[in-house]
């Protein structure tokens, strides 16, 4: 059920990040920003 749920919410352009407890969910959230930044970022200049 996860895998379709995330499949789909890649499907329709979303980024998807999975939290989990037994992990520092707010650096993961960090870096999840950041990447997503950096990939509507790349080939632009600012």
Same mark, same amino acid.
């Given at each position: 059920q996860? /895998?379709?749920?995330?499949?789909? #919410? *890649? @499907? @329709?352009? /979303?980024?998807? #990040? *999975?939290? *989990?407890?037994d992990r520092d969910w707010l650096l993961d959230m960090v870096r999840f920003v950041a990447a997503q930044r950096h990939t509507r970022t790349r080939g632009t200049t600012r």
């Open positions: 996860r /895998a379709e749920i995330s499949a789909a #919410l *890649r @499907a @329709a352009g /979303a980024g998807h #990040l *999975r939290l *989990r407890t």
